[in-house]
């Protein structure tokens, strides 16, 4: 029986990664564009190019993490061995170096691919774990419930967090890049904390079917039709999210503009990107604690399209919102709403990977957990990557000028709008159809679950 004590503490994992994980995928190109000095084109290029070592380093991790045995288990000892250069490789990834411009992009070549080859190194592991700390289908939803929430939780806090620190630490007289990379190294420090609680307070205890060699788990692997699906849904999720979120810091800088106050009767309260995506994370709370009641009811599947069927009408929508003061109410009105929608979706998806796993499992006898769940870090890293690409892309396609004191065009105005609204309803259309194919329902996943409980109990 899972304990409330592992539940909570399975969440401060995801808490860590995505306090990191959003920073990057919202607030890295902009970053990278307007504070570290690169072009919109190499930034873009490079968030594209650094995925060919994914494709290589993530289902090797998940390999060697279903291979690792230590007196903590398969893949918990990782939150603990990795989390110190997590933190590390994040700070500098938000180090700007008194570099030439060749140096510079050098530089960032380098540290994207230290953190992401370092956030494989314990995220793929931390997913896998959910496959091994219970057995039963629907506690995973749970257990996957608690992760999420904790994660939109610990965005909450970073988004929220984000811009008061470098506007204090400039404050202080720091200039925006010392202020950058301070206000990670603060981040960096919860999220370090945030692993090691999820070390001592979880256990794994499923005994899977180890694998019996690598070229084995990867035949079935690519035989699993279902991971297929799964993974194109997944990568599909992050790049609706990604879109969304990295176009935040440029929507509200110059379409929105500083002018964009709240009025509360009493006080004003500015209506700026972190304030819009921080609500988003709440919203994202709530819509994870739907998860289970709804899809218990529904199916994972059903309670999955339905959502994006939401994030389409909405997004949709988004884009005949007026730049007035009644506007920027609906605008945050319909962050709430989406935000419940992608909330509710995104502990479905890490739950249907321990069903893939499971099936694996089933039909081909070896549990190769860690390669599956690898695939899921894979899809969120390739998903964010070709989402952050095309930001940047079809920015510079609209003619935004990334100057400091630049006034954008109409046709860049536009663009963002675009960026926030038809772009992502195509994705989650996109989404629906892919879908439409994933074969494990509820009774499908009743019969595995009970004949994998037999097998286990010989």
């Not at 989390?83 to 510079?104: E, Q, R, V, Y």
Request: with cysteine.
């Amino acid at each position: 029986m899972a304990t409330l004590k592992e539940k909570i503490g399975y969440g401060f994992g995801d808490m860590s990664s995505s306090m990191f994980w959003k920073i990057f995928s919202y607030y890295l190109p902009f970053f990278y564009s307007n504070i570290f000095g690169l072009s919109l084109a190499d930034a873009g290029v490079l968030m594209l190019v650094t995925r060919i070592w994914d494709a290589v380093s993530d289902p090797m991790m998940g390999v060697i993490a279903d291979r690792t045995h230590t007196r903590w288990g398969k893949y918990r000892p990782y939150l603990l061995w990795v989390a110190a250069p997590f933190a590390i490789a994040g700070i500098l990834l938000f180090t700007t170096p008194d570099f030439s411009p060749t140096g510079k992009l050098v530089w960032a070549y380098i540290t994207y691919i230290l953190m992401m080859t370092v956030y494989t190194g314990i995220n793929v592991p931390y997913g896998a774990m959910l496959g091994v700390m219970t057995d039963d289908s629907n506690t995973k939803t749970v257990f996957s419930s608690y992760r999420m929430f904790f994660a939109y939780g610990g965005s909450f806090i970073a988004l929220g967090a984000w811009e008061p620190l470098c506007n204090w630490f400039g404050s202080m007289g720091y200039d925006d890049t010392q202020c950058w990379q301070y206000a990670m190294i603060i981040i960096a420090g919860i999220c370090f904390i945030g692993f090691l609680l999820c070390f001592s307070m979880t256990r794994e205890h499923v005994k899977a079917t180890p694998g019996k060699s690598v070229g084995k788990d990867v035949k079935s692997l690519v035989h699993n039709a279902p991971w297929w699906i799964l993974n194109g849904a997944a990568l599909l999720s992050n790049s609706f999210n990604t879109v969304r979120g990295a176009t935040a810091a440029y929507f509200f800088k110059d379409y929105i503009s500083a002018n964009a106050f709240l009025d509360f009767g009493a006080f004003n309260v500015v209506l700026y990107a972190g304030l819009f995506l921080m609500v988003g994370e709440v919203c994202n709370m709530l819509g994870v604690a739907l998860t289970v009641p709804i899809s218990v009811r529904l199916g994972k599947k059903s309670t999955y399209m339905l959502s994006l069927i939401g994030l389409i009408v909405l997004s949709v929508i988004f884009f005949f919102l007026p730049n007035t003061p009644a506007g920027w109410w609906l605008m945050l009105a319909f962050q709430v709403l989406i935000s419940i929608f992608t909330g509710i979706i995104s502990p479905l998806i890490w739950s249907m990977y321990a069903d893939v796993a499971d099936y694996a499992e089933h039909k081909d006898g070896t549990a190769s957990t860690g390669l599956i769940f690898s695939s899921g870090s894979m899809a969120q890293k390739f998903g964010g990557a070709f989402a952050g690409w095309a930001v940047m892309a079809l920015l510079a396609a609209f003619g935004y000028n990334t100057a400091a004191d630049a006034v954008q065009t109409p046709e860049a105005l536009d663009g963002l709008r675009y960026l926030m609204s038809f772009i992502p309803a195509a994705i989650a259309a996109l989404s629906i159809l892919v879908l439409l194919i994933y074969p494990l329902n509820r009774t499908r996943m009743a019969a595995i679950t009970s004949d994998l409980k037999e097998r286990r109990a010989r």
